[in-house]
């Protein structure tokens, strides 16, 4: 079974560009969590998606992070325009649900912004 | 808004000694967890524990939970190098897990 994959994995762009990172789940999972770490610091919830909903985005920073998730399958995260402190690593993570035991976790895309 | 800490931060540790490790929460959950991260890689689950007085062990590693402290822990037993990673815990919030800071273990031959 194929787990939670991300891309790209590492991504280097400068301050006012656009980067769009994308998150496949593992199959059938209808619960989509995006994370982000900045270094050092605590894994800080962005959003949660139950299939093609968003049930909670109150981590969200502002309105440059835009997140999708259409059709219930795959999930985007764009910021636009990029600032130097979005950079971090953003993780993804799904689960069956609803209050499954775990979250099964992508290896993350390191962003930095120059 | 629920705050998770964990100490300490960065754990230098001798092979084959005793260590433990402390997760404390702000607000009233009845779900942990404890995840494993190597560099570069995602979080593996360790543990999830569900009530209070819950323990599970899982080789050296031995993860309990007190609901009315607000407290879990992370006990190593005899560490072994391959035990060197960080370690998060996270607590359950109406489904939305909040993690920890991390803690980073180093274990030195």
């Known amino acids: 079974e194929a787990g939670v994959t991300q891309f790209p994995s590492h991504s280097v762009i400068e301050k006012g560009q656009t980067v769009t990172l994308r998150c496949d789940p593992i199959?059938?999972?209808?619960?989509l969590y995006w994370y982000r770490r900045v270094m050092g610091k605590e894994i800080k919830f962005l959003l949660h998606?139950?299939?093609?909903?968003?049930?909670?985005e109150s981590g969200m920073p502002n309105n440059r992070f835009l997140a999708e998730r259409t059709g219930g399958t795959y999930s985007t995260l764009k910021v636009q325009p990029a600032e130097l402190e979005d950079s971090g690593v953003y993780f993804c993570?799904?689960?069956?649900?609803?209050?499954?035991?775990?979250?099964?976790f992508g290896s993350g895309t390191q962003l930095s912004v120059l | 808004e629920l705050k998770v800490e964990q100490n300490p931060l960065f754990l230098s540790m001798q092979e084959g000694k005793n260590y433990t490790i402390y997760c404390n929460y702000s607000?009233?959950?009845?779900?942990l967890y404890w995840y494993r991260q190597d560099p570069g890689k995602s979080l593996e689950s360790l543990f999830v524990?569900?009530?209070?007085?819950a323990v599970k062990q899982e080789g050296r590693l031995m993860a309990s939970l007190d609901t009315k402290a607000r407290l879990s822990t992370l006990h190593i037993t005899a560490a072994v190098h391959d035990l060197s990673a960080t370690y998060f815990c996270?607590?359950?919030?109406?489904?939305?897990?909040?993690f920890g800071a991390g803690t980073i273990l180093r274990v030195k031959s």
């Open positions: 993570a799904s689960n069956p649900g609803p209050r499954s035991e775990k979250l099964f």
């Open positions: 199959s059938g999972h209808d619960n």
């Open positions: 998606f139950v299939k093609e909903s968003k049930q909670d």
């Open positions: 607000t009233t959950s009845d779900r």
């Open positions: 524990l569900l009530s209070n007085g």
């Open positions: 996270a607590v359950d919030l109406v489904r939305t897990p909040v």
